[in-house]
């Protein structure tokens, strides 16, 4: 998890801040946001370089991204949770 000093994070809650508006209510909609933010940051990387379109780099950089939010979902939420369900229900 790539922890961001407290003091840069304003800008991030600027651009997260319409995903606060409302609850997000399905897969889709989740789907929805995380695309768009995938779609926002290859189109600043497109705009950064000299071609029209993203690089190999920036894609990379997107699924790298991608994969550590899902390891640290499963870090921080997921195996807790399977720990205490193994106390209530006894392991395998």
């Known amino acids: ?3 961001i000093k407290q003091e840069d994070r304003a800008y991030l809650r600027d ?3 319409e995903f606060h508006k409302t609850d997000i ?3 889709g909609e989740l789907n929805y946001l995380i ?3 995938c779609k926002r940051y290859l189109d600043a990387k497109k ?3 000299n071609s029209y379109e993203a690089n190999y780099q920036a894609f990379n950089d997107v699924l790298g991204a991608l994969e550590g939010a899902k390891l640290e979902l499963y870090r921080r939420r997921l195996a807790p949770y399977e720990d205490n369900k193994i106390l209530e229900n006894g392991d395998i």
Request: no cysteine; proline share 13%.
């Open 15 to 17: 651009i997260t801040s």
């Open 47 to 49: 705009h950064q370089g």
């Open 25 to 27: 209510n399905n897969p």
């Open 1 to 3: 998890m790539p922890y």
């Open 35 to 37: 695309s768009k933010l």
